[in-house]
């Protein structure tokens, strides 16, 4: 069993579960002592010839004997069924509870975390480590009941029988109890290292398996195969060393527990031939030495208990210390506390003077940005890359915390806005076109718990897709791969398109969304934008200067500052970077025989 700040409140949840299995576990093991008195019992008739003294009797003790074994092997059936379904039930609901909590924590953390954690470690979190802590509830439960309870009542057994045999079988105890304090440390150190090289593997699999294709492209499967072997080397090295400990006490304990052993037959022997008493006065007698030993056997069973308890916490108490990492992790993207919840959001976006760097930088990606877009502008932002056209959207989307009286929604600090309605207000469409491994129409209507199927139609046809979904077997109810690897790049970025429309957003933002369409379909997706996005504003951040050349406004940013503000045909006469695009890309149209823009 484990105690912790998020594991606790578990047993006041389930104290019902934990209390009826230790009454279940209590019945079991109290009765399982019951066997060896009515060994003790034959064996004693048998040894003075009483069993079948009396022939008229005879069937009748058999009988008696017979039934109360029956009786207990129905007893400790029914308590067995019950805790095996109170105790191991208890360890999954906890699981499963915490599992929850931890994906719940997952979703409230900001993108710096997930820069410096990879999602095959993450992964390691949700499997293996829950999985060890379900073990220490259920499993840990039985463990320590056993040890306790059957442990000390089958004690008590034996100093009845004989005080100076119970003082030998201490020492196995004793043992065990004095090991275990300085065993547990060096386990936990193991298993930490074992989780976390398993961790590592993960990582590396989950990451070449989404980058199969590249690997096959570049002919690395060998190359990626021995560095597979190298790191699973690693996690199987951890593994052995932490079995070689595990033998290792399993061995010192099963040594110890059997050397007990053969000392006890020897004094129980020695006992039974000087005639010795019990405490009760009693002759101790062969019976009573084949009751004490039967005692004996049933106590090695909680010393094998406390061995193994030791093994189970020390591995819990690493998976709840990386388990409650995760979920110290301070929340840092919140509210305010002053924060404005009736506030209005209609597209109108004002820096002043803006600057940003990531947290995990001192430079500033954006500097000195000012720049006001009115609702219901079409804007575009282009430059060259890593001009900071990709985290000029990320800051209006709130995923980071940014200096307040900077940037502000409707004359409101961003930071005084609720910010879930912040990008419940606004539609995006990322540079990645993540798709989910879900139909086509589930994606679309992500945003939503449902929608009917025409709204959904409608967004497809206005990003220009909604031919090609027809031409799938299944249409919409087509289930994509992972990461939507059933579509081309450009059906991939249509459909994300068609995820955004679909919520009809006050603010539409396009990151570099129509890149991997040709020119007739980018022109179709722009015009049915035009159309249906009059009065709301739409910010299309773009490569090509075909994609923002008829907008209301373009911003050119370089070196993470504005350099010009303006229509095409403004930016043409005036501003040098943009002039310098143009006559690139006019270069390369050229080339390939295509028109030049801008002439």
Known sequence: MLFGKYVNKFYKKYWYLFISGAIFLILVDYFQLKIPEIYGSIINELKNGTLFSDSSNELGKLLNYSLQTLGVGVIMFVGRFGWRNTVFGVGVRIEADLRDDLYKKALSLDQAFYKENKTGGLMSYFTNDLEVIQRCFGQGTILIVDALFLGILAYIKMVILSWKIALIALIPLLTILIGSFFIERIMKRRFLARQKAYEHLSDFANENFSGISVIKAFVRENHEARRFSEINKENKDANLRFVKISIMVDIFFTFVLTLIVAILMYFCADQVLKGAKTVTGEEFDVGQMSELVSYFNTLIWPMFAISQLINLRAQGQASLKRISNILDTPVNIKDSDDVILDSKITGDIEFRNFNFNYPDSKIDVLHNINLHIRSGEFVGIIGRTGAGKSTFVDILLRTYNLNPGELFFDNVDI?????????????YVPQDNFLFSDTI??????????????????????SDVHDNIIDFKDQYKTILGERGVTLSGGQKQRVSIARALVKDPQILILDDSVSAVDTKTEEEILRNLREIRKGKTTIIIAHRISTVKDLDKIVVLDNGTISGVGSHDDLLLNNKEYQDLVRLQSLEREVEGGEIDGE
């Open 415 to 427: 930071m005084k806005l609720p910010f879930k309605k912040v990008r419940d207000s606004i539609g």
């Open 441 to 462: 129409s589930n994606n679309i209507s992500f945003a939503y718990t449902d929608l009917d199927e025409e709204k959904i139609e409608r967004a497809a046809k206005l």
